[in-house]
């Protein structure tokens, strides 16, 4: 090995090593939007729900389904009031998807009492 060569390798040798041996720095992690509730009250043959939103990124897509019905009328709103037979549970679900494009979803059931709330 020539002269010049071996003081090349000194050079490049720890260099590639030092690169080999760095950590790989992961992506970062997608935030999805943080979503408290469905909060509903329910009474009189109506349940009527609401859903808190933070860190969510436009634009936000909402969609709510009471006993697994969309229900497109209250598309991307905050809440969302259905009809309810008198002394039945009814689940509630909401999906909302921010521009991160990670669906959350969160749901609940409440029973609809005669009373109004």
């Given at each position: 090995?020539?002269?010049?060569?071996?003081?090349?390798?000194?050079?490049?040798?720890?260099?590639?090593?030092?690169?080999?041996?760095?950590?790989?720095?992961?992506?970062?992690?997608q935030a999805h939007p943080d979503v408290?509730?469905?909060?509903?009250?329910?009474?009189?043959?109506?349940?009527?729900?609401?859903?808190?939103?933070?860190?969510?990124?436009?634009?936000?897509?909402?969609?709510?389904?009471?006993?697994?019905?969309?229900?497109?009328?209250?598309?991307?709103?905050?809440?969302?009031?259905?009809?309810?037979?008198?002394?039945?549970?009814?689940?509630?679900?909401?999906?909302?998807?921010?521009?991160?494009?990670?669906?959350?979803?969160?749901?609940?059931?409440?029973?609809?009492?005669?009373?109004?709330?």
């Amino acid at each position: 090995m020539s002269r010049t060569v071996r003081a090349v390798l000194r050079v490049v040798a720890p260099l590639a090593f030092a690169v080999a041996v760095l950590p790989v720095a992961a992506a970062p992690a997608q935030a999805h939007p943080d979503v408290s509730g469905p909060t509903c009250d329910a009474g009189g043959g109506h349940i009527q729900c609401v859903i808190g939103i933070s860190g969510a990124v436009n634009p936000i897509d909402i969609r709510w389904y009471f006993n697994g019905v969309h229900f497109g009328q209250y598309e991307d709103q905050r809440f969302a009031r259905a009809g309810c037979p008198i002394g039945s549970r009814v689940s509630v679900k909401v999906v909302v998807t921010d521009a991160s494009g990670v669906p959350v979803t969160k749901s609940t059931s409440k029973l609809c009492p005669r009373d109004t709330p």
